[in-house]
């Protein structure tokens, strides 16, 4: 009888054949045994060779390779790919050029499988900096388990999200949206759920928001939402992607769903839109109709 998988990675990539690399480099040292999760690279048209790297970790990892034209900025349907593809009852988003530390993907499966319900689970990610190359200095990608407790003693590149969970508590079931800070650089879903509320809307194609408006759907569908500092990630530094596109995504989310809550999107600090929903009494569970659960 073959092992049952616990998780499926699904790492989106676009021509970036050396972070990419650090990535499956750090899936290879994870500590839940390789016959326990599997990889999906889902490539958004790359021309870097990125297939030939891919190719040459199949001895090492559970993987998988999937491949869609470059017609643009299109992670949504390249993660959707994978979301399609996954085997496993957990699916776990990881963002090309971020490295997991040795216990991340045992830490999100243990999350998911402690829950009756279903989870959807933020990683906490070390290494975003305003000083791209300080932070590439303080990064070993052969060490990301030493990197991380290096960073944590000297208290450098935490998590941007930490100012957040200071102020609102670390019990993100609580808060009214928590799916505000559910980012796809390091973090897990019930994969039953995710598509039953509708995959990644391919409407976004543009840089932002799209891991924002699944969470919000796995919100409204029932999905209890949890930090695990101990599915931790290192951002490694990368050139920006133009983030003014963003703004129009906040206002294409807000739009869409139009609601008291979401309208707040486009116009507000997303740290601060908890803050304003209490201040207003804005409260989602009746302004904001649970989805109806299919999975």
């Known amino acids: 009888m073959n092992r049952q998988l616990r998780c499926t990675v699904i790492?989106?990539?676009y021509n970036r054949v050396n972070l990419l690399r650090h990535t499956l480099d750090s899936l290879v040292g994870q500590d839940l045994p390789r016959e326990d999760f599997e990889v999906i690279v889902a490539d958004d048209g790359s021309s870097d060779g990125t297939r030939a790297l891919v190719d040459s970790y199949q001895d090492r990892l559970t993987l998988r390779y999937r491949f869609q034209?470059?017609?643009g900025f299109r992670v949504a349907a390249a993660r959707n790919m994978g979301l399609?593809?996954?085997?496993?009852a957990v699916s776990v988003f990881v963002d090309?050029?971020?490295?997991l530390g040795s216990g991340a993907l045992a830490a999100h499966c243990a999350a998911h499988e402690a829950s009756a319900g279903p989870v959807a689970v933020i990683g906490y990610v070390w290494g975003f900096a305003d000083d791209a190359q300080a932070a590439a200095e303080s990064i070993d990608p052969g060490d990301p388990d030493g990197t991380i407790r290096r960073l944590a003693r000297e208290g450098r590149f935490p998590d941007v999200r930490e100012w957040y969970y200071d102020r609102y508590g670390e019990q993100l079931w609580k808060l009214a949206a928590p799916w505000l800070v559910y980012w796809t650089c390091n973090a897990s879903a019930n994969t039953a759920?995710?598509?039953a509320v509708g995959l990644f809307d391919e409407a976004f194609q543009s840089w932002g928001g799209e891991d924002v408006d699944l969470a919000y759907r796995l919100h409204r569908g029932g999905a209890t939402f949890l930090l695990s500092r101990d599915a931790a990630g290192i951002h490694h530094p990368h050139p920006k992607e133009d983030i003014r596109s963003a703004k129009a995504n906040h206002h294409y989310f807000a739009a869409k769903y139009d609601t008291p809550i979401t309208?707040?999107?486009p116009d507000h600090d997303i740290f601060l839109i908890e803050e304003e929903i209490r201040t207003?009494?804005?409260l989602p569970d009746h302004l904001e109709p649970a989805l109806e659960r299919k999975f």
């Open 11 to 13: 790492v989106p990539t």
């Open 69 to 71: 034209q470059d017609k």
């Open 84 to 88: 399609r593809d996954a085997r496993a």
């Open 96 to 99: 090309s050029g971020v490295l």
């Open 193 to 195: 759920q995710a598509r």
């Open 263 to 265: 309208r707040l999107r």
């Open 280 to 282: 207003r009494g804005l």
